[in-house]
Every structure is written in C-alpha cells, then in structure tokens.
C-alpha cells in the first residue's frame, strides 16, 4: 500500500523523517527475539531493518497468535489468514482491541497504518516493548521480557507517635533553607521604567 503513495513533501517529509529517526535497531532485534521466543517458532524474514520487520507483522497473524499465547485465554477467536489488504488490517485492528483488554493504555498503542504502511514503526516496537511489560506485571507471564516491570504497590502502616514526628520536620521541598537568603545580593542593573 505504502509503495502506491506519492512522496512526501514539506513539513509532511521532515516529520516522517524525525519518526524514522527514531527507529531502533537494536530494540527491534530484542522484540523479534521475545517474538520468537514467546510462540516457539522463526518470524518469516530473518533479515533486519524496519522495512523487514514491517513485513514480517503486516497481516497482522503473528500479532494475533503472540497476545493470544501472552493471555491466559485466547483474546482473538478467529485470525484471517487470506491476503487482502483489509483482512490483514481487520487483524491488526483485533490486536489492537485485544491490547486493550489485556491491559495497555491508549498511548501504548499504534494506529493501523503505522505498521500496515511503515509509517511509525518506532511505535509499533514501543507498543510490543508494553505487551511484555503487561505480561510479566499482570498476568502472571514468566518467559523472556522485554521492556519494563510495573511497580508493585508498596503500602507502609505508621504509628501515630511516627506520623506526629513527621509533622515536625521541614523537608528541603517546603522552602527551608537553613536559613540562607538571597537577601543583599544584586546581580547586574536595576530595571528603571521610565514614562
């Protein structure tokens, strides 16, 4: 689809410029890793780069197969394996929903296009960096992770004799300064407003 537009031009150029700035090779060799490593099996184009990359995912399938081996029940009942354009997007967009219940954000997701026309592949990896995070974090996922792990919440009880001698110490961020002012200093001119 991507090959069929016309180039871009102006502040449209320089913007996918900045978002192909972006790209890292590196992250994208650890997600094609975690990839292989969750479903057991080789992605079909070994060769690296985002443009492979982008082939490997874009109908979608291995997106699917991968949240439904992440979930602990299959979030995507039914994967087209047909290649017309908008069954490899209608699966791309089950992914997508099914990040959702899994777990993700909004802001974590990518749009449609941005993988099925290698527009910001850079979020595609950011969105697979999330759904290894989620995984290991919530449910339960003890594989190979990419990403970061949530925090755990870590609620603390205090007595009420400690929550009263913590009444009376001054933090640096309440403004104490031990008694340092800035009075007497004068740093250049005054400022004269004249009429």
């Known amino acids: 689809m991507s090959e069929n537009r016309a ?15 972006k790209y890292n090779i590196e992250q994208e060799k650890q997600c094609r890793e975690w990839i292989e490593a ?9 060769e690296v780069g ?3 990359f982008q082939a ?15 979930s602990p029940t299959p979030l995507i009942s039914k994967i087209n394996n047909q290649k017309m354009a908008f069954k490899q997007m209608e699966n791309i ?11 993700l954000q909004d802001g974590d997701l990518f749009q449609t296009a941005d993988l099925y ?15 290894s995070t989620i995984a290991t974090s919530k449910h339960g996922y003890t594989g190979m992770c990419i990403g970061t792990k949530l ?9 009420d004799e ?24 004068s740093m250049g001119k005054t400022r004269k407003v004249c009429d």
């Open 151 to 159: 925090a755990d919440e870590n609620v603390r009880e205090f007595d």
């Open 50 to 52: 985002k443009n492979h």
């Open 117 to 131: 026309e290698c527009q910001n592949m850079s979020q595609v990896v950011g969105t697979l960096y999330a759904c």
């Open 38 to 46: 969750v479903l057991g099996e080789d992605l079909p184009d070994q």
């Open 7 to 21: 180039e871009k031009s102006g502040l449209s150029k320089d913007i996918q410029r900045k978002l192909d700035a």
């Open 56 to 70: 490997c995912l874009k109908d979608g399938t291995i997106l699917c197969q991968l949240i439904n081996a992440l």
């Open 162 to 185: 400690t929550l009263a001698a913590g009444k009376s110490v001054l933090g640096g961020q309440m403004g104490f300064t031990g008694g340092d002012s800035q009075s007497g200093m």
């Open 93 to 103: 967009e089950k992914f997508l929903t099914a990040c959702k219940k899994f777990g």
